[in-house]
């Protein structure tokens, strides 16, 4: 049948349809199979002509995206030996760099060092990736063909650990110039070491750099140096940390000298940091001074109760040692003093003194009472005293007993033999009015009253307060 149809096609339709014909415009697009009709296709199908009319349909082919042969790459990679740096026996390769901070991630006190974030770029001129181009438009690579290139290698100095991220893929980017400018870079996070000095800390501010340098080529083989100036290093504004207050970034290069290696250029990117000493104030200052105030509230209690001014002093004395202990917890072990410790020792030292103040007190009392007691034992009777009536009391009467026991004489009395605890009192009492008896009696009570106050309570009370604000106001002076 497909023979018979053959014959039965014109001979001019076969050899136009094999050569590849059908080359239509928009007003013979009904030479096309799918526009003739599906008899038509139907009763003449020719091969020829349905494969005609694909190619027809289909558009034209973008060059720029088409695969080349390997003689045709614009990077001549493989023609280039790689190992050598560019201009290789000649001066020094410039390298320019530039930096932006994304972020300025810890600062750690304990270990002595920050973690940083950032994009690193490079900037060099390596004439064996210039390709010719039209339009003077540049390439753009991952980091798989950084591999088969010549990079520059820089690294952190003084670092600890750094690494560039890897998600999704490395995060690396090189752009290729057609005169055979390169730009080189990276998305990396260091965590380098910063000497800090904490003679005046919290009330300190700290000075950390980031130092960059190659570790392969001298000064004599490839120059570092910030492409443009202080503008090369820039920092993103959202930046800021909880305890630190950001100042200023800035940059400087200089030269490093290695004994056995030589000189290198060194590039360094400094940043100063101001504590916040609001935390410090809330969590260190205030609870030391209160302790120091609480200490101070035992100079007004009685002298005779022991139980409660001694809890006081070994109390405040406890919470200004667990003060200091933790605030030393979380610092490094430096062999000098820090501005902090001087203000807790010297807080520490008024609370013990206020404990020191009542031993003191409580001794000195005690002396007192032990001379008064030989005196009375020395002169047991009341001779010489005209219209004088004896009576026994402990120090649990009243002024109204005392008035009430006052007729009764020594012998009335219980006997000493049966009540020794209690206290032969001799009482005085003239023919005066009972008015003037009781303006005697409430004289006796405020006498009494004064002398529960040690003269030493009296002059801690003035002496603990003014020396510990005059401390503050000398403190605060120095180190703010």
């Known amino acids: 049948g497909l023979k018979a149809s053959l014959d039965r096609t014109p001979l001019f339709l076969l050899l136009w349809g094999g050569m590849g014909g059908f080359v239509v415009t928009e007003s013979q697009k009904t030479l096309c199979p799918h526009k003739l009709g599906r008899t038509w296709a139907q009763r003449h199908q020719n091969n020829a002509i349905a494969v005609s009319c694909s190619h027809i349909l289909k558009r034209n082919r973008d060059l720029t995206k088409a695969w080349k042969g390997k003689t045709e790459q614009l990077l001549r990679v493989n023609e280039h030996d790689f190992t050598m740096r560019p201009a290789f026996g000649g001066p020094a390769i410039p390298v320019g760099v530039d930096v932006q901070v994304e ?9 002595m060092d920050f973690t940083m974030t950032l994009y690193l770029r490079h900037y060099w001129k390596d004439e064996r990736l210039s390709f010719p181009s039209t339009n003077n438009k540049s390439m753009t690579f991952d980091g ?36 055979g400018h390169v730009l080189y870079s990276m998305r990396v996070t260091v965590t380098a070491m910063c000497n800090m000095d904490f003679s005046h800390f919290p009330l300190d501010s700290q000075t950390c750099s980031l130092e960059l340098e190659s570790y392969a080529y001298t000064d004599e083989d490839l120059m570092l140096y910030w492409k443009n100036g202080n503008e090369s290093l820039k920092t993103d504004e959202k930046i800021s940390l909880s305890q630190f207050l950001i100042q200023k970034f800035h940059t400087t290069s200089r030269l490093a000298f290695y004994s ?11 940043f100063t940091l101001r504590r916040h000493i609001f935390f410090f104030l809330l969590q260190t200052y205030f609870p030391a001074t209160l302790m120091v105030m609480l200490s101070w509230v035992s100079f007004w209690i009685d002298r005779r109760a022991v139980p409660a001014r001694v809890s006081l002093g070994i109390t405040t004395v406890l919470t200004m040692s667990t003060i200091i ?8 072990r430096v062999s000098y003093i820090k501005a902090v410790d001087i203000y807790l020792w010297v807080s520490f030292v008024f609370v013990f003194l206020s404990v020191l103040e009542y031993a003191a007190v409580n001794y000195l009392t005690t002396v007192q009472e032990r001379k ?19 009576m026994m009391l402990d120090g649990n009467y009243s002024e109204s007993d005392a008035n009430s026991l006052a007729g009764y004489t020594r012998n009335q009395m219980v006997p000493e033999e049966e009540k020794p605890e209690k206290m032969v009192v001799h009482l005085a009492m003239s023919n005066e009015s009972n ?25 801690s009370r003035l002496i ?16 703010s």
């Open 325 to 332: 202990t933790g605030v030393n917890a979380s610092m490094p």
């Open 103 to 111: 972020s300025l991630d810890s600062i750690s006190e304990v270990d």
């Open 144 to 179: 798989r063909l950084v591999k088969k290139i010549w990079v520059p290698d820089v690294f952190f100095v003084h670092s600890k650990r750094s690494f560039i991220h890897d998600t999704t893929t490395d995060n690396i980017m090189l752009r290729v110039f057609p005169d």
């Open 464 to 479: 603990f307060p003014g020396t510990y604000i005059f401390f503050n106001l000398i403190y605060w002076s120095v180190f």
């Open 435 to 459: 008015s003037s008896r009781k303006r005697g009696l409430k004289g006796h009570v405020g006498l009494r009253i004064i002398q529960n106050t040690h003269a030493i309570d009296k002059y």
């Open 260 to 270: 056995s290696t030589g000189w290198y250029n060194r590039l360094y990117i400094n």
């Open 372 to 390: 008064e007691r030989k005196l009375r034992e020395r002169f047991p009777c009341s001779c010489g005293i005209p219209h004088s009536k004896t």
